[in-house]
């Protein structure tokens, strides 16, 4: 079973201020999803196969990597970007998550 | 507007049974694949189960094979989860998903006595 883990567990940023979010996963992928949550909230799909944007999903948002490194890169930091972003391999089951980022305000 | 309503929810006791629904809108549900995911509280996302569009494909995660069953009714535009032999560690919030893009919203499953 493909293991993920993120790196930072917590990031402390400003709004304004570039966030570099990790997934690394145990063997080599090609299918890695970014999500957003917010408390109380559904998780929200950002990212797929690793760099393509979800409908509706500001640019800012951007997503590299291959094999068993990827980012997640948010340019500008919005108030409303501040919450816990997972990475989820999606190429097959068991669809296995990261622990999680949480990125909070500075 | 895609829509995924679950119900089903609530508290049972440690070896209970519990029948999750997922009420489908918006979309030609048939032709979605499916999933449930659950998320204890505070803490992260775990992928449950899988279903094909047809119903054919399934699968399971190995923390709930054997006692979870997922199925889907395409006539009635609904996903369900039949969880037996509950444990406390079962104890989250449910959501029901297409392939990740669209979730319901999660419901709360308490394994308790």
């Known amino acids: 079973e493909i293991v993920l883990t993120q790196s930072p567990a917590t990031l402390s940023l400003s709004p304004g201020e570039r966030g570099t979010l990790s997934c690394r996963a145990t063997?080599?992928?090609?299918?890695l999803a970014w999500y957003q949550q917010k408390p109380g909230q559904a998780p929200r799909l950002l990212i797929y196969?690793?760099?393509t944007r979800a409908t509706g999903i500001p640019d800012r948002f951007s997503g590299s990597g291959s094999g068993t490194d990827f980012t997640l890169t948010i340019s500008s930091l919005e108030p409303e970007d501040f919450a816990v972003y997972y990475c989820?391999?999606?190429?097959?089951?068991?669809?296995?998550f990261g622990p999680g980022t949480k990125l909070e305000i500075k | 507007e895609v829509q995924l309503v679950a119900s089903g929810g609530g508290l049972v006791q440690p070896g209970g049974s519990l029948r999750l629904s997922c009420a489908a809108s918006?979309?030609?549900?048939?032709?979605?694949?499916m999933n449930w995911v659950r998320q204890a509280p505070g803490k992260g996302l775990e992928w449950v189960s899988f279903?094909?569009?047809?119903?054919?494909?399934?699968y399971y995660a190995d923390s709930v094979k054997g006692r979870f069953t997922i199925s889907r009714d395409n006539a009635k535009n609904s996903l369900y989860l039949q969880m037996n032999s509950l444990r406390a560690e079962d104890t989250a919030f449910y959501y029901c998903?297409?392939?990740?893009?669209?979730w319901g919203q999660g419901i709360l499953v308490t394994v308790s006595s």
């Open positions: 196969s690793a760099s």
């Open positions: 918006g979309f030609t549900f048939s032709s979605y694949e």
């Open positions: 063997f080599s992928i090609n299918s």
């Open positions: 998903s297409t392939m990740f893009a669209y």
């Open positions: 279903i094909s569009g047809s119903g054919a494909t399934i």
């Open positions: 989820q391999q999606h190429g097959g089951p068991p669809y296995t």
